[in-house]
C-alpha cells in the first residue's frame, strides 16, 4: 500500500505541476517590439485611456507601456538639428494618442537650445524642434488645440557648463502639461 500511496503521489506532483505551467502560459502576454527591421514603428500603440485597467482591476502590458513612456517628457536633440531622434518616435505617438483619447488636456512644448548661436538664431531653433513634435502630434491624432509651443532658446538651460555634456542636456524639448 505504500508503494501506491508514493506512486499517487508522484502522479499528484507531476499533474500540479503540468496544470501551473499550463496556467502560466495561457495567461502570459508576449511582448510585440512594434519595429521591423528598419528601425521603424511598425505599428502604432493604441490610445492610452483613462480607464486604468482590465476586468481583473490589473494593467495590462500596453497600458504599463504607455503609462512608462507618458512618464518621459523631455526630449533631447543632436546639434543644429531640429528633427527628433528616431528613438523618440514610440513614446511620442504615446504622447500623441493619450492626447487623441484626451481632448480637454492640455500641453505646452519648451523649445530649448545650448548657447551656441545667436540669441535669435536659438530661439528659432527651440521653436523649430517643439513645432516638429508638435506636427507629430497632430498627425498622430492630437487636436492643435490641445498643444502650445514656446521656445527659449538658450535662456533656459539644463545644465550650466561649456562642454559637450552640458550642451546636449540643453538641446530639448519638454512636453509639460497644463
Known amino acids: 500500500m505504500g508503494k501506491q500511496r508514493n506512486q499517487f ?4 506532483l507531476l499533474a500540479f505541476t503540468l496544470l501551473t ?3 502560466c502560459g495561457a495567461t ?3 511582448e510585440d517590439t512594434g519595429a521591423d527591421d528598419g528601425g521603424q514603428v511598425a505599428s502604432t500603440p493604441p490610445p492610452a485611456t483613462s480607464s486604468a ?3 481583473s482591476g490589473q494593467l ?4 504599463i507601456r ?6 518621459q517628457t523631455v526630449f533631447y536633440f543632436d546639434f543644429d538639428v531640429a528633427e527628433f531622434k528616431p528613438e523618440d518616435r514610440q513614446t511620442l505617438t504615446y504622447h500623441a494618442r493619450d492626447l487623441a483619447a484626451n481632448p480637454n488636456k492640455r500641453v505646452r512644448l519648451e523649445g530649448h537650445a545650448d548657447e551656441r548661436g545667436t540669441r535669435e538664431y536659438n530661439l ?3 521653436e523649430r524642434r517643439a513645432n516638429g513634435i508638435l506636427n507629430y502630434f497632430i498627425v498622430n491624432g492630437a487636436s492643435r488645440s490641445q498643444v502650445e509651443v514656446v521656445s527659449y532658446g538658450e535662456e533656459r538651460p539644463a545644465a550650466r557648463g561649456q562642454n559637450e555634456n552640458s550642451y546636449s542636456q540643453n538641446r530639448r524639448v519638454e512636453v509639460v502639461t497644463r
Open 9 to 12: 503521489s508522484k502522479i499528484g
Open 21 to 23: 505551467l499550463a496556467a
Open 28 to 30: 502570459s502576454e508576449t
Open 53 to 55: 485597467s482590465n476586468d
Open 60 to 63: 495590462t502590458q500596453e497600458q
Open 66 to 71: 504607455a503609462q512608462n513612456a507618458l512618464r
Open 124 to 126: 528659432a531653433l527651440g
